[in-house]
């Protein structure tokens, strides 16, 4: 039995051909539903999906544009079924799949679609965001995170409605739920799977999103384990600071300013780590309070 989570803000142009292949690859599951939010189209997005012929669909309706992270906990929170899938409705990701992914559960808390081919690495900056985000995730969670906003993925819903209220409402929501999945110990397998041309415009704003993925990625560490986050700010300093001796040395004239410049660089590592060691502290100690006020 699986709920499958389909968020749309106007994708006319992909959405019926969407719902059709995802309802036929789901005929091999014994209960299913399919729960479109329509995240306030304003194009013929409705119209398609009535178009689309699929029986066993819901239709969620916002009366404005709330975002994508808001669409999915909607979608999550009026399902059925204890299995959620989500999915984009361009046509993106290959219905096709989720019967593989599906194999893992419920072993894996979530199974995760990685994302593979031309497609999924082109893009001048999403790719190098791609990899800052990967090295960030895999420094906070200590496990290895090959696709960290991947939108194909299956999960428990008693798991994710624990993190609701947390939960981005924007694009950054995978990246949000991938860490507290992880981050709490939850098992989480990845799968490969090819990403193709999404039908119609992309509703990302690059620049934007990439800021605020990155911020979220960064809350997440200083709230789980905030001394690995010091500890990165002070060696990244320590480092810094040697380099700039080294540098200083090999100029033809040695630049005071320099010498004393990476001194504070070098001589911060203890304070930031100081500091680091007092926020686990305060971390563990606020986590001992909650456990017994919900005891």
């Known amino acids: 039995m699986i709920s499958v989570i389909v968020p749309v803000y106007n994708e006319e142009n992909g959405v019926a051909q969407s ?21 306030g189209s304003t194009d013929r997005t409705l119209e398609r999906i009535a178009e689309a012929g699929v029986e066993k669909l819901a239709v969620v309706k916002h009366p404005e544009n709330m975002g994508y992270g808001k669409s999915l906990i ?7 079924n204890e299995c959620i899938c989500i999915t984009d409705g361009d046509g993106s990701y290959p219905a096709t799949r989720i019967g593989e992914l599906y194999r893992f559960y419920p072993d894996y808390d979530m199974v995760v679609g990685a994302r593979q081919g031309k497609e999924y690495r082109k893009g001048v900056i999403k790719g190098p965001a791609r990899v800052i985000f990967q090295m960030l995730s895999e420094y906070a969670a200590g496990r290895s995170v090959p696709d960290i906003n991947s939108g ?13 209220d947390s939960l981005c409402a924007g694009f950054s929501f995978t990246t949000t739920i991938t860490l507290h999945f992880m981050l709490n110990n939850y098992y989480v397998k990845y799968v490969p799977i090819p990403y193709h041309k999404r039908e119609g415009i992309s509703k990302i704003r690059h620049f934007r999103d990439t800021l605020r993925a990155f911020q979220y990625i960064v809350e997440a560490i200083l709230y789980y384990n905030p001394i690995k986050l010091f500890l990165l700010l002070a060696s990244l300093n320590l480092i810094a600071g040697g380099a700039l001796v080294a540098l200083n040395n090999m100029a033809a004239m040695r630049l005071p300013f320099l010498d004393i410049l990476s001194a504070i660089l070098v001589a911060s590592f203890i304070p930031i780590f100081g500091l680091g ?15 017994r006020s919900h005891d």
Request: hydrophobic share 50%.
């Open 74 to 80: 909607d979608g999550i929170t009026a399902a059925r």
């Open 152 to 164: 194909l993925r299956i999960f428990k819903r008693s798991v994710a409605l624990k993190f609701r």
């Open 19 to 39: 719902l059709r292949d995802l309802d036929a690859a789901l005929a091999e599951f014994s209960e299913y539903e399919i729960i479109v939010v329509d995240d």
């Open 277 to 291: 060691l007092i926020a686990a502290q305060l971390r563990k100690i606020y986590g001992s309070s909650q456990r």
